[in-house]
């Protein structure tokens, strides 16, 4: 397995947040309500209706999209997602059809944000200043990469800053003070606080624990960054809970649960998902 680089110097400073990622926080605040953050699998379950469910999910209310590059390893990833990459990757899925895809989804919607969502080995195969420069050129916008810390190696912070995508780093409640404000640092566009310790896919019941360390991820970082709120965020409701204190809302698993259940009843997921993206943006 291709490991990230050793630690080398510090992270480089942070891009400046994307045109439209700020955009769309202007606008979900003007309109009295929370940013929507929706994720899927890209290519899942082939190339076409992946393309179908992102432009339908941005129509039907999302704010912005994490488009999820299939790998094999998905460390962070409940059995929802692991069986999406694993639907992905078995239609050809990969890094490469991930940036096509951003470059399909841009070509008819130049206005939704889109977060390339991965890890380390792909980007470390691809070289990271060539994965930025092919990133921007598709026309994403942000780029998380789960198991790459910012603080400890520069190289993609760098090649991101250079061609001016955003870096959007990963807190958790177990992140220290100094990790936050390091993460906050370098971050652009938004920072994103994993509800749960774990994987994607379980259930948020306390809200007391998520809200209090918002509220401490503001005060590290000055406010300088929207904070987002995912993992455990399945329904209409989980969501209005959890806009009453975040800045946007994340949801991943739910609506990938929504695809595997249409294609294992034949039938184009498409509908299912943009009528759960409008009630979620409901919701909010």
Do not use: H
Not at 18 to 28: D, L, P, T, V, Y
Not at 84 to 102: F, K
Not at 169 to 182: E, F, G, K, V
């Amino acid at each position: 397995m291709t490991m990230p680089p050793a630690p080398t110097a510090p992270a480089a400073a942070p891009a400046p947040t994307s045109r439209r990622i700020a955009a769309a926080f202007q606008s979900a605040a003007a309109a009295k309500r929370k940013a929507l953050i929706l994720y899927l699998t890209a290519s899942d379950p082939d190339f076409e209706t992946s393309r179908r469910l992102m432009l339908a999910a941005a129509a039907s209310g999302a704010d912005l999209l994490e488009v999820g590059v299939p790998w094999s390893d998905p460390s962070a990833d409940g059995p929802a997602i692991q069986g999406a990459m694993q639907r992905a990757l078995a239609a050809g899925g990969g890094l490469g059809r991930s940036l096509e895809l951003c470059r399909a989804v841009r070509a008819e919607n130049d206005v939704v944000p889109l977060v390339l969502f991965g890890y380390a080995n792909p980007i470390v195969v691809m070289e990271p200043a060539r994965f930025s420069a092919a990133a921007k050129a598709a026309g994403a916008d942000a780029v998380l990469c789960v198991d790459w810390p910012p603080d400890e190696d520069d190289e993609l912070t760098g090649a991101l800053a250079r061609v001016g995508l955003d870096l959007i780093p990963l807190l958790a409640p177990t992140s220290t003070p100094a990790r936050i404000a390091t993460a906050g640092a370098v971050a652009g566009g938004f920072l994103y606080y994993v509800s749960l310790t774990g994987i994607t896919g379980a259930s948020l019941t306390d809200m007391d624990g998520p809200r209090q360390k918002v509220q401490e991820i503001r005060r590290a970082t000055g406010g300088r960054l929207p904070v987002v709120v995912g993992f455990g965020v399945s329904t209409p409701d989980d969501a209005r809970r959890v806009a009453a204190f975040a800045d946007g809302v994340v949801i991943g698993s739910a609506a990938v649960r929504i695809i595997e259940r249409a294609r294992k009843e034949g039938r184009d997921p498409v509908p299912d998902v943009a009528a759960f993206v409008a009630s979620v943006r409901a919701a909010l």
